[in-house]
Nanobody
Framework: QVPLVESGGGLVQPGGSLRLSCVAS????????MNWFRQAPGKEREGISC????????WYADSVKGRFTISRDNDKNTLYLQMNSLKPEDTAVYHC??????????????WGQGTQVTVSS
């Protein structure tokens, strides 16, 4: 059983918005910091955001800062990524991933299959 399942991706025009979700199963997500990373064809994996286990601390890559917002609902075992003002360079497969501990260390223990985001007119 895949412990993390992402959804919410799709095709959107530049300037548009999407909200990604990541549902965790088989473990208590509230114990762990959680990450979003993305990978575009021919490019290296890029960590874009992290949130601590309590949600009290967040981090964003410069490439998405001010446009993306990470959040979590520990009661629902769900992680979110609100993406606004999308650009063509945001096109990638987006993955959620667990961090080994409760604070962001930017290591990834496990991750889901990902959801495709395509930004194009």
């Amino acid at each position: 059983q895949v412990p993390l399942v992402e959804s919410g991706g799709g095709l959107v025009q530049p300037g548009g918005s999407l909200r990604l979700s990541c549902v965790a199963s088989g473990f208590t997500m509230s114990r762990y910091a959680m990450n979003w990373f993305r990978q575009a064809p021919g490019k290296e994996r890029e960590g874009i955001s992290c949130i601590s286990s309590s949600g009290g601390s967040t981090w964003y890559a410069d490439s998405v800062k001010g446009r993306f917002t990470i959040s979590r609902d520990n009661d629902k075992n769900t992680l979110y990524l609100q993406m606004n003002s999308l650009k063509p360079e945001d096109t990638a497969v987006y993955h959620c991933a667990t961090d080994p501990g409760s604070q962001c260390s930017y290591d990834y223990d496990s991750w889901g299959q990902g959801t495709q985001v395509t930004v194009s007119s």
